[in-house]
């Protein structure tokens, strides 16, 4: 696989890519209310906010995903700020969907959100973390 240019997909490796990207999209729409129940409360008062364009730039591993998965690419924009807002985000939040979205968008946690979420009910808490791990490992096994 060659992450310049075109990533090349074929026969059994690509369709199982593809199943694993697919997993990957289910599992990144099973954690997102959880997490944007908890961005909700926390965000709107941040002072720090981490939504600039440099993090929302996609980098070599979003790609292989997003490609296995046939994602159109949403076109990069050269000339933005790298520490300007992210070119997606709107007035009510991020524009597109969690899935689409660079992975470090779901993986960074700042202190008072995850003080959010680990204040939530325990059970659903735990099942939370489970979730994510899952989520963590699924994409290990698509990069691998
Ligand atoms: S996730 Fe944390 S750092 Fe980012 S906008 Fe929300 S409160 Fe601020
Ligand atoms: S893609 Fe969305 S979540 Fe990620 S930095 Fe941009 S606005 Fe924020």
Known sequence: MKLTGDIQING????TRKELALELKEAFAAVS???EKHTALVCPD???LCCKDKHGRYDGNDLVFL??????????????KESGPCRFMS??????????????CTHFFCDPLLKSLENDNAKLYRAFVE??????????KLLD
Request: glycine letters at 6%; one cysteine or more; charged letters at 30%.
């Open 67 to 80: 490609k296995a998965i046939g994602a159109e690419l949403l076109p990069a924009q050269h000339d933005r």
């Open 131 to 140: 979730y994510f791990q899952y989520l963590i490992s699924v994409r290990q």
């Open 46 to 48: 941040c002072e720090h």
């Open 33 to 35: 209310p959880f997490i």
């Open 12 to 15: 059994t490796e690509g369709d």
């Open 91 to 104: 007035e009510r939040g991020c524009s597109i969907e969690r899935w689409k979205r660079p992975f470090r």
